[in-house]
């Protein structure tokens, strides 16, 4: 292979990182570090996508662990709070997917004030002198 070949296989495996492993009804699973699930589910399941969430968890467990997690009752706050852990784990919060390309400043001016007057305060039937 040429010398000025990126080689993404290798870096895949050196790069590699611990699983976030998991009990749940009384069996043990394992997920892959979120840092290497597959970047285009995470973005999507990193807003709240349940199904692109549900994706992660089928790819992620395999076979095997998908058909014993799947005959598992699953709460959505059980599974959300898993997929907030499983994102800790990998140092990410909500909003802030491993594969999200790092932060840019900010692009956004300050406001422009719409109107020069103000609205005069409305009495209301109370407070009008009665007549």
């Not at 499983?86 to 956004?108: D, F, I, N, R, V």
Request: charged residues 30%; glycine residues 10%.
């Amino acid at each position: 292979m040429p010398e000025n070949v990126f080689d993404l296989d290798a870096y895949v495996a050196e790069t590699r990182k611990d699983p976030y492993k998991f009990r749940y009804g009384g069996q043990d699973f394992e997920l892959p570090h979120a840092q290497d699930t597959d970047w285009r589910v995470m973005e999507v399941a990193d807003q709240g996508d349940v199904d692109a969430i549900q994706t992660l968890f089928r790819r992620g467990l395999g076979p095997e662990g998908w058909e014993r997690f799947e005959k598992l009752p699953q709460p959505a706050g059980a599974m959300g709070e898993l997929f907030r852990r499983w994102q800790a784990h990998a140092g990410t919060k909500p909003g802030e997917s491993p594969a999200s390309p790092s932060s840019s400043g900010s692009t956004a001016g300050p406001s422009k004030r719409r109107s020069a007057g103000t609205t005069p305060a409305r009495r209301s039937a109370k407070s009008s002198p009665a007549k």
